[in-house]
C-alpha cells in the first residue's frame, strides 16, 4: 500500500523495532526526502503480552503482580493505582498509615522513572555523562525501595487495603539523606544540561505541540503540562492523601521538546517536597485493613479508576459481575495516546530531530503495547 | 552592527555554558567511585530481598514446616507450584513429600510465601542460579533442603 | 457552575433525557452515562469536541450476542468530569469512526477493533495495532479460547 506512492527522491526508513534510541521495541517506518520526513508510522505491539486477557482469566489478587510489569520503570505507581481501583470498587478503607506510605513510594518511584528518562534522552541527544550521574541517583533510590519491597523493579508491594510490609529505618534513613542530596543533584544538572548551548539548540522550537493539538491526540501528563494545561489527576481527581499536599505543579507553554525536559525536571522537585512532606506527618498505625478477604469480590458494576502516573493519565475500568475474576479488565495506558502523535508532530522534521521529539516524549514500550 | 554582537554574545554564553559544564564533571572527578566491580565484590541485598522461594529448616524439627494444604498452589498466579503430601500419622497434620517449584515462569511476586498458613516458605537470596537447560528450573524444594543439609 | 451542570440539560435535550443516567463518582469513576445510538456517535463527538472534552479511551465489553461500545471522555478541568457513553449492538454490525473527528480515536479504534474485531466505518487505516497482522483470531471475545496454536503452554484457566 505504501509501496505505490514511493517516488524517486523518497524513501523508506524503518527506525527500529531494534534501535537503541526507540527506548524498547518500537517500529517507527519514516518516508524521507533526503533528511526530511514526509510520514511517520509507528508501529508497535512487538512486546504484547496479553496484559488485559491475564487480567480477566485470574482473579483480582493474583492480576496485581502484572501490574508493575506492565510500565516498569512506575510499576509501583501502577501497583497503587490498581489497589485504589479495586479498594475504590469495594469499599475498603486504607489505615491512615499505609496511605502515607504508598504515596511516599509511589512518589520516589516517578523520581527514579523520571531519572531514568532524563538519563536516557540526553544519552539520546549525545551527552553520556548525565546518563551516569542520573543513573548513580537512581540507583539510591531503587536501594531505598529495595529495603521495604524486597524488589527493584517489579514491587508488588501494595495490597488491597494496604501495603505489604512496614517502612523500616533503612528506609527512613535512606530516604532522609536522599532528598537533599538529589536537591542537590538538580543543582548540578541544570548547570551541566539545562543552561547549555548544544542541548538548547537540539531542543528549543523542536516538536511543538499545541494545546489544542494536544487534546486532540488525549495527551496527558508531562507532554500536556508542556502545553500550558495545568492538569495532574492527583489535583484534578484528588486519590490517597494528596488533597492533604502542598505541591505545584508546573507547567510550561511552548510545548516544544525543552519544555517538556524542564516539567519532568520540575516535577521531581515537586515529588521531593510530596515526600518530605509526607515523611515528616507519617502517623502511626496499621499498615493493612484487616478483614481484607483474599479472594476479593467487588459487586457486581463497572468502575473506572484514573491515576497520575509518571506519563500521564493512567485510567482503569473494570465490569465485575460479582465474581472472584472480573469480566473485563481494560487498561488506558498514557504512553499509548502520547506516541499516536508522533504521526502528527514528526512530518516535516529532521530525523536527528526525530530521536530528539521522541525521547522527549518518555514513552515506555511494554505499557503501550501491554 | 547589531548583528556581530548578538553573534559574539552567543558565542561567549554558548562557550561559557560549556565552561559551567565541563567544571561540573571535574568536579565529580575527584568524587569517590560510585560503581562496584560486580563479579569480584557484590552489593548487599537487602533484608527483606525477594529471590526465588525456599522452604525454610525448623530447628525444632530440622526438617521443613510444609503441610501440604495447598494455598499457595491455589494463588499462584502462573500456577508453577504443585506439591503433594502424606499422612504418615494419624493425629498428624499431612507432611509434604515433595513440592516441585518451576522458576523459569515464577515472577517473584511473595504471594505463596505471604498465604502460608504454617510460614514454611521463605525467600532465598540466591540470585546466580544457573542450569544446563530449561528443565533444570523445575526443582523439588523439598530435596533441595534434604541436600543442602542439617 | 461545572461543567457537568452545564452539559447534562443539553445531553437530556439533545439525545433524550431517558438515555443519560447519572452515576456516583465516588464509587464508579464517572459521573455521566450516556446510552447511544450508533447512528447518533458522530453528532455527540462533535458536540463533546466542541465544548473542550477529550477522548481518553474507547473499549467494549463482550456480552454474549451483543458488543458494548464505551467511550470515556474527559476535561482537562476542575472540577473534573467523566462522560461514558455506551453503544450496544450486535457483534458484526460497523460502527461510524470517530477518526475524522476527534484523531485520538484513531488508534483506540484500531485496538478495539484488534481485539474485539469491531469494525469501524469510515476509519483511514483499520489495521491490527497490538497483535501480528497474520492472526486470525480477537483475544478479548468470550468464545476465544488460548490454545498451543497462540505461542506458549496456557496454564490455571480452570482454576477459577
Known sequence: MLRKTLTEDSFYLNLGPQHPSTHGVLHLLLKLDGERILECKPLVGYSHRAHEHMGQNRTYLQFLPNTSRMDYLGGLCYNHAYCLAVEKACGIEVPERARYIRTVCAELNRISSHLLWFGAYLMDLGAFTPFLYAFDDREDILAILGEVTGSRLTYSYCRFGGVNRDLNQNFLDGTKAFIPKLRKRLKDYRTLVTKNIIFLNRTKGIGTVSAELARDWALTGPNLRACGVAYDLRRAEPYSIYPELEFEIPTATAGDCYDRYWVRMAEMEQSLRIVEQALGRLPEGPVKAAGVPQWIQPPAGDYHFSYESPRGHLGIYFVSDGGRVPLRMKWRTPSFSNLSILSEILPGTLVADTIAILGSIDVVIPEIDR | MNAVVRYLRDVFSGAWSLAMGMSVTLRYMFKPVSTVQYPREAMPLPEVYRGHIELRRFAETGSHGCVACGECFRICPSGVIKVQGLKEEADRPNRAVFYFIDFSRCSLCGLCVEVCPESALAFSKVYEEVGVSRYSTVVDLIARLESQGA | ?160
Not at chain 3, 481518553?56 to 476542575?78: K, M, P, S
Request: a negative charge; one cysteine or more.
Open chain 3, 1 to 160: 457552575m461545572s461543567f457537568l451542570e452545564d452539559i447534562t440539560p443539553v445531553l437530556a435535550q439533545r439525545f433524550g433525557v431517558e438515555n443519560l443516567t447519572a452515576q456516583d463518582r465516588a464509587r464508579h469513576g464517572y459521573d455521566l452515562r450516556l446510552a447511544l445510538d450508533q447512528e447518533r456517535l458522530t453528532e455527540l463527538v462533535g458536540l463533546l469536541k466542541e465544548a473542550g472534552c477529550y477522548l481518553e479511551y474507547i473499549t467494549a465489553v463482550d456480552q454474549g450476542q451483543v458488543l458494548e461500545l464505551l467511550y470515556f471522555f474527559g476535561r482537562y478541568d476542575q472540577p473534573p468530569f467523566r462522560l461514558q457513553v455506551k453503544v450496544a449492538m450486535p457483534k458484526g454490525v460497523a460502527v461510524p469512526s470517530l477518526a475524522g473527528i476527534i484523531r485520538a480515536a484513531d488508534w483506540q479504534e484500531r485496538e478495539v477493533f484488534d481485539m474485539f474485531g469491531q469494525r469501524f466505518a469510515g476509519h483511514p487505516d483499520l489495521r491490527r495495532i497490538l497483535l501480528s497482522e497474520d492472526a486470525d483470531f480477537h483475544p478479548l471475545l468470550k468464545d476465544f479460547k488460548p490454545g498451543p496454536e497462540h505461542g506458549g503452554e496456557v496454564v490455571n484457566l480452570e482454576r477459577k
